[in-house]
């Protein structure tokens, strides 16, 4: 993987977690595209982690909240939307791990992800602010991240539509969001990061700057990604990314019908 390749798929994976479209999906395209087999997973490990970041600095008063009370209301919702997750995650990782090789559904899977936000932009907004929501919202919420583990469904995407279905407001749908990702990219880093246990990573300076690179990348378009997504929620313009991922989907599923994807 060279520099120029490692910036682009910083730059996209901090967009597109963010941004309803689908991470893991872009990502699996690009990396076709470009034709990268090595060290994959460690550098998609590391651009996940890069996209941590801008969640702990822009939502730091609520962090530091949680650690002040771990027993209040907003840290037990997120545990309660973190079951979920991590039963799917656990349950179906073998599966969702050989869609991610192959990359055989990406077409499909962007259309019913430019679907789902369509029919959210349909939803009216609620009134559920934090005080009001309930486990079983933050469980349905938790079992829309977990399903969207597959490559090509966005997972901001289909929890925030899965906020919103549950009565709660844009803004706090966004940012419950936001906050549930954030013990599932560190579970999901934790988990892959076994693989490399016992493994001698011995990289050279110029091996190790794509890695930095990407991390970094992910990093910065991460944090504009968020805020961009705050002010689209409170807009609602859900619809102007069912039209970018509907087009891109047909476009996979016409390469793949030709034989050349």
Do not use: C
Not at 53 to 80: D, H, T, Y
Not at 207 to 230: H, N
Not at 234 to 242: A, M, V
């Amino acid at each position: 993987m060279n520099l120029y390749e490692a910036l682009v798929l910083g730059v996209v994976q901090g967009l597109t977690e963010y941004l309803p479209v689908s991470s893991s999906g872009h990502l699996v395209l690009l990396q076709k595209i470009f034709g990268i087999k090595e060290n994959v997973l460690l550098f998609d490990i590391l651009v996940h982690l890069g996209t941590l970041v801008p969640l702990l600095i822009i939502f730091r008063a609520e962090i530091w909240e949680i650690i002040k009370k771990p027993w209040g209301r907003l840290p037990l919702l997120i545990i309660a939307g973190t079951i979920p997750t991590a039963l799917i995650g656990l349950g179906f990782k073998d599966f969702f791990e050989r869609l991610f090789v192959s990359g055989s559904t990406l077409g499909i899977e962007f259309i019913i992800t430019g679907l789902i936000l369509w029919l959210a932009e349909r939803q009216k907004s609620g009134r559920k602010e934090l005080d009001k929501t309930t486990f079983l919202d933050a469980i349905f919420v938790g079992v829309a991240q977990g399903l969207a583990i597959l490559p090509a469904i966005s997972r901001s995407g289909l929890t925030i539509s899965g906020a919103l279905v549950r009565g709660l407001n844009r803004e706090w749908a966004a940012k419950f969001s936001f906050l549930l990702s954030i013990p599932a990219i560190l579970g999901a880093a934790i988990l892959d990061l076994r693989n490399f246990v016992g493994q001698n990573l011995d990289f050279s300076s110029n091996e190790l700057l794509p890695f930095i690179i990407g991390f970094l990348a992910a990093m910065l378009s991460g944090y504009f990604a968020v805020k961009f997504m705050l002010e689209i929620l409170r807009k609602g313009k859900l619809t102007w990314f069912s039209y970018y991922v509907w087009i891109l989907g047909v476009i996979i599923l016409v390469l793949q019908a030709a034989g050349k994807f």
